[in-house]
Antibody, heavy 118, light 112 residues
Framework: QVQLVQSGAEVKKPGASVKVSCKAS????????MHWVRQAPGQGLEWMGK????????TYAQNFQGRVTMTRDTSTTTVYMEVSSLRSEDTAVYYC???????????WGQGTLVTVSS | DIVMTQSPLSLPVTPGEPASISCRSS???????????LHWYLQKPGQSPQLLIY???NRASGVPDRFSGSGSGTDFTLKISRVEAEDVGIYYC?????????FGQGTRLEIK
């Protein structure tokens, strides 16, 4: 069955970076785009960007250009999302989620809580 | 970016009663292939979002038939024919017409 398993919770200081992983299984890894969506405490869903695991191409939301980097490792079927220059407003649950290009996002990871605090 | 606007933002409903959520987009989500790139998700408390309706009106696998989606272009509606206790959570519409996906603010459904 399809599974997206994310890395565990992180606590970071302002100005630091965080790298969250998302390991995919149960389907052909390179066939589906992987998105990253975040949710600040008590807030709605915010799309951050996506990566094509096949070639590694990325598209980022304007709000995250220059501060977010998405990569993938096809040998381990894992996608990574790194946020740099963290600030308190980046405290959120970060989700990975897949879609079959032109089809809706259908599976989500369990979420990773990133807390930014001095 | 396409702006998605949901209403109401809070929706108290008595079990067994119907419920309706509106979602409007700042530009048409109807593509030349005849599909509306508008999807609905439910985020139950403490869980990841789950797909309910895709392409405006198609129920996802396993979704009860009390859920239905309608609309085209810029105006969409999610309806629940008879609300049950397990339907509590936050409902989001999402546009996927553009590469840069955007979500509505979310509608919190609660049981009276």
């Amino acid at each position: 069955q399809v599974q997206l398993v994310q890395s565990g919770a992180e606590v970071k200081k302002p100005g630091a970076s965080v790298k969250v992983s998302c390991k995919a299984s149960g389907y052909i890894f390179t066939t589906y785009y992987m998105h990253w969506v975040r949710q600040a405490p008590g807030q709605g869903l915010e799309w951050m960007g996506k990566i094509n695991p096949s070639g590694g191409s990325t598209t980022y939301a304007q709000n995250f250009q220059g501060r977010v980097t998405m990569t993938r490792d096809t040998s381990t079927t894992t996608v990574y999302m790194e946020v740099s220059s963290l600030r308190s407003e980046d405290t959120a649950v970060y989700y990975c989620a897949r879609d079959l290009g032109g089809n809706p996002i259908d599976y989500w990871g369990q979420g990773t809580l990133v807390t930014v605090s001095s | 970016d396409i702006v998605m606007t949901q209403s109401p933002l809070s929706l108290p409903v008595t079990p067994g009663e119907p419920a309706s959520i509106s979602c409007r987009s700042s530009q048409s989500l109807l593509y030349s292939n005849g599909y509306n790139y508008l999807h609905w998700y439910l985020q139950k408390p403490g869980q990841s979002p789950q797909l309910l309706i895709y392409m405006g009106s198609n129920r996802a696998s396993g979704v009860p038939d009390r859920f239905s989606g309608s609309g085209s272009g810029t105006d969409f509606t999610l309806k629940i024919s008879r609300v049950e206790a397990e339907d509590v959570g936050i409902y989001y519409c999402m546009q996927a017409l553009q590469t840069r996906i955007t979500f509505g603010q979310g509608t919190r459904l609660e049981i009276k």
